[in-house]
């Protein structure tokens, strides 16, 4: 039975990674990380099959320790600080979790025995292209992220890279986009659209004309599961996207039409009240992805399209205890 290790295994996608994996027969581990209270429910289902370890992604010796007695054959490693407008006020936190983190975990493996016939599946994300030419963002394209979060993880991408070629880590790098169909966060786009029109409150739409490609979790999670099972060159980078761009008024709309919701409701242009502010300079205006590469090589494409996607997600919001 071949051993996998998560990091972020209580995260939107590592949660659903590790059930994915459990079903088709993998030994799970997911690391937690050491604190106080940490949200269960997503993982909550599947405690009876997984282990559970905590670990410090910030502390090499937390890492290496975790590393040593799981001795995976395989490691996803999900666990980071996400959220990008939080990073630009939390920006140390940012680097010493998604970097230094990235580091522990790359040279951890590299010190335990046959280290080359590991595997690391490593998530960057389309926030390291930052601004480019308004077309789907190929993997070739020089990264340019616009926010602290999107520097920790470019330059976690380059390490991963350079770990690659300097070290022979045997290392793919996946850089989705946009994700949804989260049945327990509300802060992001799509599900706070959905939970919010669902009350019938007022909703925000800070930047209606920005364009995001939209990924199903389903999707996504299927990416990392090829990405391990398919690829065989080393070093490999990938974009998960649908190639296909929506704007957030666009999106906004759609949710609204599905759910029933009286767009007059809809505010544009403004943010809902204490979200967090992102400076000018750091707003993209255009992220969708180029999923070609990916799609020749792992055979990996998008089988749940965006109205399919939210549709299925309004139905789950809308079975919730209000």
Not at 80 to 93: D, G, K, N
Not at 113 to 138: H, W
Not at 186 to 209: Q, S
Request: with cysteine; proline share 6%.
């Amino acid at each position: 039975m071949t051993r996998v290790l998560i990091t972020g295994v209580t995260g939107f996608i590592g949660s659903h990674l590790a059930e994915t994996l459990l079903q088709k027969g993998y030994d799970v581990a997911g690391l937690v990380r050491p604190c106080a209270s940490r949200d269960l429910r997503p993982i909550k289902h599947l405690l009876e099959d997984l282990t559970i370890l905590t670990c410090d992604l910030t502390s090499y010796a937390s890492v290496a320790n975790v590393v040593r007695s799981v001795d995976p054959q395989i490691v996803f490693h999900l666990g980071a600080l996400s959220p990008v407008r939080y990073s630009f006020e939390h920006p140390f936190q940012y680097q010493e979790t998604n970097l230094i983190g990235t580091i522990n975990m790359i040279h951890s493996i590299l010190e335990i025995p046959d280290s080359k016939g590991r595997r690391l599946i490593a998530a960057s994300t389309a926030e390291v292209y930052g601004n480019q030419e308004r077309k789907p963002f190929k993997e070739t394209l020089p990264l340019n992220p616009t926010s602290p979060y999107g520097v920790s993880k470019a330059a976690m991408d380059m390490y991963l890279r350079m770990a690659s070629s300097a070290y022979s880590l045997n290392c793919t790098v996946l850089r989705p986009t946009n994700s949804y169909g989260r049945k327990f966060e509300t802060g992001f786009i799509v599900e706070y659209l959905v939970t919010a029109m669902l009350k019938g409150a007022r909703t925000y739409v800070g930047a209606p004309d920005s364009i995001r490609d939209y990924l199903h979790v389903s999707d996504h999670v299927n990416a990392y599961v090829l990405a391990a099972e398919k690829q065989s060159v080393p070093g490999e980078v990938y974009n998960a996207g649908s190639g296909i761009g929506i704007s957030n008024r666009d999106l906004a709309v759609s949710i609204a039409k599905i759910v029933g919701y009286d767009e007059e409701k809809i505010t544009f242009g403004s943010y809902p009240p204490g979200y967090p502010m992102r400076p000018n300079s750091g707003e993209q205006q255009y992220i969708v992805l180029d999923p070609s590469k990916i799609t020749k090589d792992l055979g990996w494409r998008v089988t749940i399209d965006l109205e399919r996607g939210l549709k299925d997600t309004i139905a789950h919001w809308k079975n919730q205890p209000s």
